[in-house]
């Protein structure tokens, strides 16, 4: 049982996300060392930072992949993985997790894909398990999914029959198909080689554009400065610096900032 800070006091839109306070650790090794961030609902945020920084870990404490060690994440208000009873946060059973992750979309560095099952069955699945949606429903709608990511025939494929590329724009179509309120990205293009980097990217840059809250983990810089509305770089498990493209990336004011961007550009 977490002790319960004070709660927003009202909704202010589809897909805000708060993280406040929030604390994780592994044994001795504090990996988020007092998270604050407020992202407003249809932005693009985009977290910079070098390798053991806690970007995925902070991904991942959004989704309740992680429980925090103290603190709490909101979107549009409603505590995720909790329940707030008094003066107290209780964890929330497994399957009321289940059904809060279904509006926050995952795409994962590694795809993440059901080898045995269809890309088409990839896509129905959550949406008709976890969330009792109609099947009949659920596949129109995945067939236009998989036609806007450029895979319309690629639906009755297995996911080991595809490049890399295609997977990654299948993981992107599979955590729009539960309509998510917020799509977290993990890195999504480090797994892929260098020729079929672009063609992910082109897929995230188009969803950019569509007003859906997005959190985008990326070495990509100069994608980030295309697409992104808010840029925060963090650092040893701590916000360093955040702000618009144009400040982070082109006049930081933190040493440390600046001292990654000398090293990536």
């Given at each position: 049982m977490t002790a ?10 589809v ?11 592994y ?22 930072g ?13 989704n309740?992949?992680?429980r925090?060690d ?26 009321d ?14 795809f ?6 269809t ?6 699945e ?7 949606r ?14 806007r990511?450029?895979?319309?025939d690629k639906?009755d ?8 590329g ?9 955590a ?9 990205f ?5 797994a892929l ?12 840059a ?9 959190l ?7 994608f980030?400065?295309g ?11 701590r916000v ?8 982070v ?8 900032t ?8």
């Amino acid at each position: 049982m977490t002790a319960a800070p004070a709660l927003p006091a009202t909704r202010t839109g589809v897909g805000r996300i708060e993280v406040h306070d929030v604390h994780k650790s592994y044994g001795t090794l504090e990996v988020l060392a007092g998270i604050d961030l407020d992202l407003a609902p249809g932005t693009v945020t985009v977290v910079l930072g070098p390798s053991g920084s806690g970007k995925s870990t902070l991904l991942r404490v959004i989704n309740h992949l992680e429980r925090v060690d103290r603190g709490f994440v909101a979107i549009d208000g409603d505590i995720i993985g909790y329940r707030r009873r008094g003066d107290a946060l209780r964890e929330l059973k497994e399957k009321d997790v289940l059904r809060q992750r279904t509006g926050i979309g995952f795409v994962f560095q590694s795809f993440n894909l059901f080898p045995h099952l269809t890309v088409l069955e990839n896509l129905v699945e959550a949406p008709v398990s976890a969330q009792g949606r109609p099947r009949a429903e659920v596949e129109v709608e995945a067939r236009a999914l998989l036609a806007r990511v450029g895979l319309a025939d690629k639906a009755d494929a297995r996911p080991r029959q595809l490049s890399g590329g295609q997977q990654q724009r299948v993981a992107i179509a599979r955590a729009l198909a539960t309509r998510p309120r917020v799509l977290l990205f993990d890195e999504p293009t480090s797994a892929l080689d260098p020729e079929l980097v672009g063609e992910v990217l082109d897929v995230i840059a188009d969803l950019a554009r569509t007003g859906t809250t997005m959190l985008v983990v990326t070495h990509e810089i100069g994608f980030a400065r295309g697409i992104a509305d808010h840029v925060v770089f963090m650092d040893a498990g701590r916000v360093v610096e955040q702000g618009p493209p144009a400040q982070v990336l082109d006049a930081p004011t933190h040493p440390r900032t600046r001292a990654f961007l000398d090293k990536v550009l």
